[in-house]
């Protein structure tokens, strides 16, 4: 069983910047990948980024060159930087690991005011 807590979210301007975090309760470097992603009100949940093992990282089309995932394995934290925020980033986003099941943390909330 792994538990994912986020924090980090908040009310924050268009144009302005939060860093998200993921905090999980086993090495993160026994997890193959972990990711981002994010629920708008009324949408399905969408996929925003992942981060593998070997640190690799890939992003959704809509936050490429904004958005940037890392990790800090000693603290076996997950980060999200999300730069240039748009208000069309407002969503909950949910941490993701798969570790013989998908687990999910229970969500940050991020609003961008206009």
């Known amino acids: 069983q792994v538990q994912l807590v986020e924090s980090g979210g908040g009310l924050v301007q268009a144009g302005g910047s939060l860093r998200l975090s993921c905090a999980a309760s086993?090495?993160?470097?026994?997890?193959?990948?972990m990711g981002w992603y994010r629920q708008a009100p009324g949408k399905q949940r969408e996929w925003v980024a992942t981060i593998n093992s070997g640190g690799g990282t890939n992003y959704a089309d809509s936050v490429k060159g904004r958005f940037a995932i890392s990790s800090y394995n000693t603290k076996n934290t997950v980060y999200l930087q999300m730069n240039s925020l748009k208000p069309e980033d407002t969503a909950v986003y949910y941490c993701?690991?798969?570790?013989?099941?998908?687990?999910w943390g229970q969500g940050t909330q991020v609003t961008v005011s206009s």
């Open positions: 993701n690991t798969y570790y013989y099941a998908t687990h």
């Open positions: 086993v090495s993160i470097l026994s997890l193959n990948t």
